[in-house]
């Protein structure tokens, strides 16, 4: 495993490819000097305060219940960030929160329910940290494009609903389109894996001198659990959000136009 | 041959002409405010049980918010909506809505075919059924199996009314249904509204077009800005609207 650690000098190393983005910044008139160098400077500090973290909640002496906490914050942390980037979503902050918290209850459920993984700090934090992170992004999109969805064929849901249709069934077919959409991005990197890219549970695996065949299998577990976790978060979102747009008497709210 | 009534001396004769029963709907003091601004402003208003009754005024009267209100689109800040004397806050808004039929000023085609567009008002629908809704829409079987994507503005306008049709409801609102058509689409249109009122189904039918009320109205009520317009505010809109 030693073999995989790079140390300090070799981080340092690695910033020269820092410089050759700011170069290019500056040779191409980018004005992304400041930007660059800002993101480096945040990725490393968060990066280093997590690990220190990670050191004491992954150690093998601390209570496996502190690793679940830590899952708890990343859920809370994950809906805000949710409702940073959707926030003309009506009540996205709770709804997000249901949706990420739901799917990784089944979905870590599934993995240390079943013996997949065992019930350590080590596999808890990193595994629950894939699904959330990985579960962000859909939900932003299934957010946003339900409302967009809704409020541009706003008078096709009306028409429905004019026939004496339920919100369900008035919104079915403008729901279904925006939770493929979320869903496609997570299907096509499931497909593409392998061929295009080298995920980054397998890379770091093989780094650090794991066999590329158990590298394989441990990546090919995780691509299916994050899978189950962003289907489970992008229905959720879509039931709870379709259901906060109705009223009970099936009338569709005003909604402002969301960029999707 | 005297001349035919026009829509002031409808107007002026409305309310002698109410009927004695329950009005079809009635509006009671009616508030709607949305996003806190005032769109009716406590409007009282009976409309017949029979023929068209026209809501006539300018744009942006509240004229659709009143048709909204009756289907229970709307609901409102303050006031009652009856619909044949019941308050329709405490019917289930699914079955006024297949009661109370409603054509919007655009047409919202579904996709897929003609047929495919009836059965989503009534999934169990039969073939006859379809047809019956066709022919009260002045629209031929033939149309039954064309894509609703190919239709011209009147004909997918007389779809969307041949699909309202298909839950038989017991009266159509139609809100400026022809402002987006031709002068011919628009008048074959009206003629079936007239022949579905002759049938003895009411409508209710909103436009800001003068001449198209004095065509259609057997009833005007006159809407300027959320209320009932007085006599001396309808006179005025009517003078300007004459030019």
């Given at each position: 495993m030693d073999e995989a650690a790079i140390g300090w000098s070799g981080l340092a190393l690695s910033l020269i490819l820092v410089a050759v983005a700011v170069a290019l910044s500056l040779w191409q008139g980018l004005r992304l000097e400041r930007e660059i160098l800002w993101a480096c400077g945040r990725a490393i500090t968060q990066l280093l305060a997590v690990g220190y973290l990670l050191l004491l909640v992954v150690?093998?002496?601390?209570?496996?219940i502190w690793a679940w906490l830590w899952v708890v914050a990343m859920v809370i942390f994950a809906a805000v960030t949710v409702r940073r980037r959707a926030s003309d979503v009506p009540d996205i902050l709770r709804l997000s929160a249901l949706a990420i918290a739901a799917s990784a209850a089944i979905s870590l459920l599934v993995v240390f329910g079943l013996g997949v993984y065992p019930n350590v700090g080590r596999a808890v934090v990193p595994i629950a940290g894939m699904m959330i992170g990985n579960s962000i992004g859909s939900v932003v999109v299934a957010a946003r494009r339900i409302v967009g969805e809704l409020a541009d064929r706003r008078p096709e849901v009306e028409a429905r609903l004019a026939l004496g249709q339920p919100w369900q069934q008035a919104s079915k077919p403008f729901v279904r389109s925006a939770l493929r959409t979320a869903l496609t991005s997570q299907l096509e990197s499931t497909k593409a894996v392998g061929l295009v890219f080298l995920p980054g549970a397998m890379t770091g695996l093989i780094l650090a001198g794991v066999d590329p065949v158990d590298a394989v299998l441990v990546q090919a577990a995780i691509m299916y659990l994050i899978l189950g976790c962003v289907a489970t978060n992008v229905v959720v979102i879509g039931l709870g959000l379709t259901r906060r747009l109705f009223?009970?008497?099936?009338r569709l709210v005003r909604l402002a136009r969301t960029a999707a | 041959m005297p001349p035919p009534p026009t829509v002031t001396t409808r107007t002026s004769e409305a309310s002698a002409r109410?009927?004695?029963?329950?009005?079809?709907f009635e509006l009671d003091a009616v508030v709607l405010e949305i996003d806190g601004r005032s769109i009716l402003r406590g409007i009282s208003l009976a409309i017949s049980d029979d023929g068209i009754t026209v809501l006539l005024g300018p744009s942006g009267a509240g004229k659709t918010m009143i048709l909204r209100l009756l289907n229970r689109l709307e609901v409102p800040t303050a006031g009652v909506v009856r619909f044949r004397g019941e308050s329709v806050a405490s019917i289930d808004p699914l079955a006024l809505r297949r009661r109370v039929g409603m054509v919007f000023q655009r047409p919202a085609p579904f996709p897929g075919t003609v047929r495919d567009n009836l059965l989503v008002a009534d999934p169990a629908a039969s073939n006859e059924a379809l047809l019956a809704a066709l022919a009260g829409a002045g629209?031929?079987?033939?149309?039954?199996?064309?894509?609703?994507?190919?239709?011209?503005g009147g004909e997918s306008q007389r779809m969307c009314l041949a699909r309202t049709l298909v839950t038989r409801p017991e009266v159509l609102l139609m809100d400026e249904p022809t402002s987006a058509l031709d002068p011919d689409a628009r008048h074959r249109l009206e003629r079936t509204a007239r022949d579905l009122a002759a049938e003895g189904r009411p409508v209710v039918w909103v436009t800001h077009d003068l001449d198209q009320a004095d065509r259609l109205a057997d009833d005007v009520l006159v809407v300027i800005d959320g209320r009932v317009a007085s006599a001396d505010e309808r006179d005025r809109f009517l003078k300007s609207e004459r030019g």
């Open positions: 150690d093998e002496d601390t209570p496996v009223t009970p008497d099936h | 109410r009927p004695v029963g329950a009005p079809l629209l031929a079987p033939t149309f039954l199996d064309r894509s609703a994507d190919d239709l011209s």
